[in-house]
C-alpha cells in the first residue's frame, strides 16, 4: 500500500525559510502529480503548490508565488517544498497528496487521491 510522510516543519521566525519533504512507499511514484496543501487553525485546506509527473511544470498559489519552490526526485520517491521568506501567514499544518493524473493542473483537494499524515509549520517571532 503506497503510503505518504511529510517531515521538515517547525518553528522559524519570519523571513525564515524551511523545506519540506514527502516521501513515497510503493511504486509509480513516477506516473502521477504530486501537490502540496495547507490548513491553517479554524480555515479551510488550501492548495500551495503542485508539480508534474516529471517535475517540468509546477503551478502555486498567488499567496506563495515567488517564495516557494516544489521539485521532486522521482528517483528517490520525494517531492519537495522549499519555503523562503516565510510569513507568520504561512502557520500551517502542511498536507503532501498525490494527484489522481499527471499533469499540473491540480489545484483542487479532489483531485488528490492519496494524503499524508500533515507537518507543522509554526512561523512566529
Known amino acids: 500500500q503506497v503510503q505518504l510522510v511529510e517531515s521538515g516543519g517547525g518553528l522559524v521566525q519570519p523571513g525564515g525559510s524551511l523545506r519540506l519533504s514527502c516521501a513515497a512507499s510503493g511504486r509509480s511514484f513516477s506516473s502521477y502529480a504530486m501537490g502540496w496543501f495547507r490548513q491553517a487553525p479554524g480555515k479551510e485546506r488550501e492548495f500551495v503548490s503542485t508539480i508534474s509527473w516529471g517535475g517540468g511544470s509546477t503551478r502555486y498559489a498567488d499567496s506563495v508565488q515567488g517564495r516557494f519552490t516544489i521539485s521532486r526526485d522521482n528517483a528517490k520517491n520525494t517531492v519537495y517544498l522549499q519555503m523562503n521568506s516565510l510569513k507568520v501567514e504561512d502557520t500551517a499544518v502542511y498536507y503532501c497528496?498525490?494527484?489522481?493524473?499527471?499533469?499540473?493542473?491540480?489545484?483542487?483537494?479532489?483531485?488528490?487521491?492519496?494524503w499524508g499524515q500533515g507537518t507543522r509549520v509554526t512561523v512566529s517571532s
Open positions: 497528496a498525490r494527484a489522481k493524473g499527471s499533469g499540473d493542473y491540480y489545484h483542487q483537494s479532489h483531485e488528490y487521491d492519496l
